[in-house]
């Protein structure tokens, strides 16, 4: 697999940005009857390891090193350009998410690809490994730069509130038995604690209770609700669910305890370590359940800089 396609947050910008957003605009072409011996001399001089051919606007080939090294082996005679190009041309769309130029590159171990506009088949551009490289960390930057934007304007917002008391209040509804959207509300936490400058150990802390309790929502219930309260001082956290609730608390709360089917153990849950990660993470945890009815785990996070805890705990 591609070594860009590896990493998520890359994978995730390969679908947002489209082959337009990082292709080279600079186009350098030969045409059918442009003897070889030129060649080497334009892609010397523009750097580059290939060039498409063109004819009356259309694209009608790729010459590019191997092809004018072989011609040189041959014997270097006067020849144009048609008689040793490519005619077989991939090429990619300006329209097409960058993805696809990721996945070609690595599917044909070509260098650079010919793009056209979709409507008429012109050429618009040509992509390169260092373009995407360049279009990945353009785009990184823009959403980095957002995100501080984004962070800071957060960050104020107890501050330019003015009340005897401020409190701002997340909800997350969750749904059970969704594996494709488990754990985003507890992502979705994270990302808002950190953009209100929240300590970063406060941060993780948080998210890995909310984590926990949101994975055991979606293991064992049909469906609940996360109300993150989030004041000056603490973060208080309630997850709710209409679920099977627990018959045995104390139980529940043993590391290694678990009710967790087979089918869950194999997606990587169940060693019943949950309810006890939480308990380490949190400065208090109080879990009240009713057979038949539903599961309500409460629990809250100082965040007042006296107490907040450096030390690393551990999370089982
Ligand atoms: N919301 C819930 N509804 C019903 N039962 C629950 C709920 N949360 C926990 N339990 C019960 O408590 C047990 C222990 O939960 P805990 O989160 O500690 O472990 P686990 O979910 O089984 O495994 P792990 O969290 O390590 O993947 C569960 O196996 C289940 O029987
Ligand atoms: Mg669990």
Same mark, same amino acid.
């Given at each position: 697999?591609?070594?860009? &396609?590896?990493?998520?947050?890359? !994978? ?8 337009r ?11 059918p ?8 001399? /334009?892609?010397?001089?523009?750097? $580059? ?20 090294? %072989?011609?040189?082996? *041959?014997?270097?005679? =006067?020849c ?22 990721? =996945? ?9 690809f ?14 390169t ?26 960050s ?9 008391k ?6 997350y ?7 494709? !959207? ?5 992502? *979705? ?11 970063p150990?406060? &941060?993780?802390?948080?998210? $890995? ?6 994975m %055991? ?5 049909r469906?609940?609700?996360? $109300?993150?309260?989030?004041?000056? %001082? ?15 608390i ?8 678990s009710?967790?089917p087979?089918? /869950?153990?194999e ?7 949950g309810l006890? %990660? ?8 109080? /879990? ?8 309500? /785990?409460?629990?809250?996070?100082a ?13 089982g």
């Amino acid at each position: 697999m591609s070594p860009y &396609v590896k990493a998520p947050k890359i !994978r995730e910008l390969g679908y947002e940005l489209k082959v337009r957003d990082a292709m080279d605009r600079n186009l350098i072409t030969v045409q059918p009857e442009t003897p070889m011996s030129k060649v080497r001399g /334009v892609l010397r001089s523009n750097r $580059i390891s290939g060039i498409p051919v063109i004819d009356k606007d259309k694209l009608v080939g790729v010459v590019c090193v191997e092809d004018l090294v %072989n011609w040189l082996r *041959a014997g270097a005679d =006067n020849c144009s350009v048609e008689e040793k190009m490519s005619k077989n041309v991939v090429t990619l769309y300006t329209d097409e998410p960058l993805i696809h130029a990721i =996945n070609k590159l690595e599917q044909y171990g070509f260098f650079h690809f010919p793009v056209l506009e979709r409507e008429n088949r012109v050429l618009a551009g040509t992509i390169t490994r260092e373009g995407i490289i360049r279009g990945l960390l353009k785009k990184l930057e823009i959403d980095y730069r957002e995100e501080e934007i984004r962070h800071y304007r957060a960050s104020h917002v107890f501050e330019d509130m003015i009340a005897d008391k401020t409190s701002l209040i997340f909800q997350y509804y969750v749904v059970g038995q969704d594996f494709n !959207r488990a754990g985003e509300s507890a992502s *979705a936490l994270k990302k808002t604690l950190k953009r209100l400058g929240t300590h970063p150990e406060i &941060v993780r802390r948080a998210a $890995i209770a909310v984590y926990e309790a949101e994975m %055991n929502l979606v293991i064992f219930a049909r469906s609940g609700e996360i $109300i993150v309260k989030v004041d000056p %001082n603490q973060i208080r956290i309630e997850v709710e669910d209409s679920g099977p609730g627990i018959p045995d608390i104390e139980k529940a709360m043993q590391p290694g305890y678990s009710t967790a089917p087979n089918w /869950v153990r194999e997606l990587g849950f169940g060693a019943g370590m949950g309810l006890n %990660n939480i308990k380490k993470c949190v400065d208090e945890m109080n /879990v009240t359940s009713t057979v038949g009815k539903g599961t309500r /785990v409460e629990m809250y996070v100082a965040t007042k800089k006296e107490s907040v805890s450096y030390e690393v705990k551990g999370t089982g």
